[in-house]
T-cell receptor
Framework: GAVVSQHPSRVICKSGTSVKIECRSL??????MFWYRQFPKQSLMLMAT?????????EQGVEKDKFLINHASLTLSTLTVTSAHPEDSSFYIC??????????????FGEGSRLTVL | DAKTTQPNSMESNEEEPVHLPCNHS???????IHWYRQLPSQGPEYVIH???SNVNNRMASLAIAEDRKSSTLILHRATLRDAAVYYC?????????????FGKGTLLTVNP
């Protein structure tokens, strides 16, 4: 089946630094990718929709200047957490849908990236 | 707002069938019903989806009520590897860029 890969799977950083998380679709092209965040014992919260070649669409309450999203190609989207603080510590998950499928095709998720900000 | 209602948790025994209910009483005529599951510390995994008719695949079956206000995910023989949080999501009115909003899901525990 289709594979979405995230890197790094775990990252620990100091407060105030920026962290970049990559999301790649390995065997399909994705015009759109989605970024979610998940805190412990909670559900996934959609942060933004990443659109290839254009600006991301952010959900209400998500700071676009804090969570920079770049979708430079049909197989890669990146999420940069800028000036990270301990409250940004979370499990970040990306997902994508094969653009060759119909609108109801399944969403493929990455393995997730666990960010810990000290 | 995920707009679906699921029990917080359910318990099953290994090799027995499991019926996971979902209520989506305000579903629109074009909304699909999607099921995903998430194992601990992993990204969600697609299980099944449907619109009106019941659906079967290698993982599970989806039974959709005639009025579409509820559905049931059926795992025919639960295994320990099926222990996960199961999410029922309504959405997908069309287009490859439609987004899915997750609710709290049902935590399924499978006893050996």
């Amino acid at each position: 089946g289709a594979v979405v890969s995230q890197h790094p799977s775990r990252v620990i950083c100091k407060s105030g630094t920026s962290v970049k998380i990559e999301c790649r679709s390995l065997d399909f092209q994705a015009t759109t990718m989605f970024w979610y965040r998940q805190f412990p014992k909670q559900s996934l919260m959609l942060m933004a929709t990443s659109n290839e070649g254009s600006k991301a669409t952010y959900e209400q309450g998500v700071e676009k200047d804090k969570f920079l999203i770049n979708h430079a190609s049909l197989t890669l989207s990146t999420l940069t957490v800028t000036s990270a603080h301990p409250e940004d510590s979370s499990f970040y998950i990306c997902s994508a849908r094969d653009r060759g499928t119909t609108g109801t095709g399944e969403l493929f998720f990455g393995e997730g990236s666990r960010l810990t900000v000290l | 707002d995920a707009k679906t209602t699921q029990p917080n948790s359910m318990e099953s025994n290994e090799e027995e069938p499991v019926h996971l209910p979902c209520n989506h009483s305000t579903i629109s005529g074009t909304d699909y019903i999607h099921w995903y599951r998430q194992l601990p510390s992993q990204g969600p995994e697609y299980v099944i989806h449907g619109l009106t008719s019941n659906v079967n695949n290698r993982m599970a079956s989806l039974a959709i009520a005639e009025d579409r206000k509820s559905s049931t995910l059926i795992l025919h023989r639960a295994t320990l590897r099926d222990a996960a949080v199961y999410y029922c999501i309504r959405g997908g009115s069309g287009g490859s860029n439609y987004k899915l909003t997750f609710g709290k899901g049902t935590l399924l525990t499978v006893n050996p």
